[in-house]
């Protein structure tokens, strides 16, 4: 079987599940529709999830992911984003595209690599999804061993770290502590829609470094 991809057409916002799919058949899927698309892919034992997201959808993930980084210059860690990279494991049969994804206390193991294998490389330190309708999505970070992960639904962000191969939903980002994120974040979101990103991101910038002096 192969797939013909003129056929499949998800509308912005929908979601696509196929079952039965073999580990070929989404290599297969990986490598025909390239890295340089919109939507987002994700695999668990041989059911297939083709997710296209709509427009806020981005606009949350870049605002979001930006904050990311402020947070972490101002705290001088070196960190690398690898935005929608794939992450996969034949040897779990999963795979999965995260909204934006950081390494950060992994970050000098990957440093300069341009392919990341799980095999021996390890996974992101921490990753960000949008829209959080998906169960296979947060089974698949679990499995892989992303450490943290966050999910934000449009209006709230929680955060899950990883403990005994389970998550754990928490107040406060071990990566980021004393800082009051699940509260900030989404103030700071919806500042940026009315604001705009370059003002929102220099008062973010400077509560941070409010929060660090004190």
């Known amino acids: 079987m192969e797939f013909q991809l003129n056929q499949i057409i998800v509308p912005p916002g929908q979601q696509l599940i196929m079952t039965d799919v073999s580990w070929l058949m989404y290599e297969q899927l ?17 059911v297939l ?23 972490l210059e101002e705290l001088d860690i070196e960190f690398r984003s690898l935005g929608s990279t794939t992450f996969k494991s034949e040897i779990m049969k999963r795979g999965i595209e995260a909204d934006d994804c950081f390494y950060i206390e992994n970050e000098a193991a990957i440093r300069g690599k341009k392919r990341i294998d799980l095999t021996v490389d390890p996974p992101p330190d921490l990753a960000l999804e949008i829209d959080i309708t998906s169960r296979t999505r ?10 943290e992960l966050w999910r934000f639904n449009g209006r709230q962000l929680e955060i899950n770290v990883l403990r005994s191969g389970r998550y754990i939903q928490v107040k406060e980002s ?3 502590p004393g800082f009051p994120l699940t509260e900030v974040i989404p103030q700071y979101l919806e500042r940026s829609k009315t604001e705009g990103r370059n003002k929102t991101m220099k008062a973010f910038r400077s509560w941070v470094r409010m929060r660090i002096e004190e």
């Open 49 to 71: 999830e083709i997710m296209v997201p709509l427009p806020e959808h981005e606009d949350d993930k870049v605002i979001i992911a930006d904050l990311v980084k402020v947070l």
């Open 138 to 147: 947060f089974d698949n970070y679990e499995i892989l061993g992303v450490g």
């Open 174 to 176: 071990p990566h980021f």
């Open 30 to 46: 990986l490598e025909e529709l390239g890295e340089k698309r919109g939507s987002r892919i994700n695999y668990s034992q041989g």
